[in-house]
């Protein structure tokens, strides 16, 4: 990486947590400064304004939660139910990290951009289509091997399960209590074993 390149990651390394857990519209130009230590005009001249700074930000925060999810999900697996049991595993076992952070960075991109920020907008409904799309291949796989329900829609139901996970976050971040995303995960997991699953 050449030195603008560095300065530029440093940058968004600095603030990602600052935006995540301030806001994005919240955030100004001197509480970037103030975190990474370097002058308005370091700043502007590695990025043209505040939103490519906050774009860039939420794309490392959210970069960040899909390679732990992978992570958690890139191991062997008896079966696909294993699979997404490891998924709601991640939550169960990460929530005090994601929590000191500021919460989910896709709930809270999606929450504030709305039609205020729609380049913003644009990346939260790209990651979240991504999301979908890495719970329905899932369910799929369990359905080619005769282990869910081969007459389920499998993409109605990764939908559903990642309102329920958002909204436990929602919950548990505002009550200050992880028992509601406990509440949600639980549910989801009673979904797999009597609506998904096969059972001879």
């Not at 502007?44 to 390679?67: C, I, P």
């Not at 504030?112 to 369910?139: A, G, N």
Request: with cysteine.
């Amino acid at each position: 990486m050449s030195k603008a390149e560095k300065t530029k990651q440093f940058i968004i390394e600095k603030t990602s947590t600052l935006f995540n857990i301030k806001g994005y519209a919240s955030t100004s130009l001197s509480d970037i400064s103030t975190a990474t230590g370097l002058t308005k005009g370091s700043i502007y001249g590695n990025f043209k304004n505040k939103d490519e700074v906050a774009l860039e930000a939420y794309h490392y925060n959210a970069s960040n939660l899909k390679k732990n999810v992978a992570e958690s999900l890139d191991k062997e697996f008896l079966n696909m139910t294993e699979k997404l049991n490891a998924f709601l595993s991640f939550y169960r076992n990460n929530w005090t990290t994601v929590s000191q952070n500021g919460g989910c960075p896709l709930l809270n991109a999606a929450t504030e951009c709305d039609d205020t920020f729609p380049e913003l907008k644009k990346q939260v409904q790209i990651s979240f289509s991504d999301w979908i799309r890495t719970i329905s291949e899932i369910i799929r796989k369990g359905q080619n091997t005769h282990e869910f329900d081969p007459e389920i829609v499998s993409e109605e139901y990764a939908v559903q399960f990642i309102m329920m996970i958002e909204g436990g976050i929602l919950l548990a971040k505002t009550m200050n209590d992880e028992k509601y995303l406990h509440l949600a995960l639980d549910r989801i997991s009673q979904i797999i074993e009597q609506e998904l699953k096969i059972h001879s």
